[in-house]
């Protein structure tokens, strides 16, 4: 049988899900993703406190936020060594249309 929560306890929760929310969904919050979340989850701190400490943080740049989900990128793997093209059809017919239109670049 499942313990029912008091009113006390729900409130503690409550106001323990709103805090977390208004550190995360704030401006400051928004900018600063995984400063946001530690603060929010690891610490006591009022949601108050919390964002205006993120307001001294570096805001996060969202593309090395990309690359930083992609993981490092090994471009060899690929088949892009120096000097060589992979299956990719759209560079390889880019390569030959350069090669083919370079003679006509140099009459003109």
């Known amino acids: 049988?499942?313990?029912s929560i008091s009113a006390a306890a729900s409130e503690i929760l409550l106001s323990e899900r709103l805090r977390v929310s208004?550190?995360?969904?704030?401006?400051?919050g928004i900018a600063r993703p995984k400063a946001a979340l530690e603060l929010a989850l690891r610490t006591s701190l009022e949601s108050q406190s919390?964002?205006?400490?993120l307001k001294s943080?570096?805001?996060d740049n969202p593309y090395?936020?990309?690359l930083d989900l992609e993981g490092p990128v090994n471009l060899s793997s690929?088949?892009?060594a120096p000097g060589g093209i992979s299956d990719d059809k759209k560079a390889k017919r880019l390569?030959?249309?350069a090669t083919?239109?370079?003679p006509m670049k140099k009459k003109s």
């Open 50 to 53: 919390a964002i205006d400490l």
């Open 95 to 97: 390569a030959e249309l």
């Open 100 to 102: 083919n239109l370079a």
């Open 22 to 28: 208004s550190i995360l969904e704030s401006p400051e």
């Open 78 to 80: 690929l088949g892009a």
């Open 1 to 3: 049988m499942a313990k």
């Open 57 to 59: 943080f570096p805001i």
């Open 64 to 66: 090395l936020r990309a």
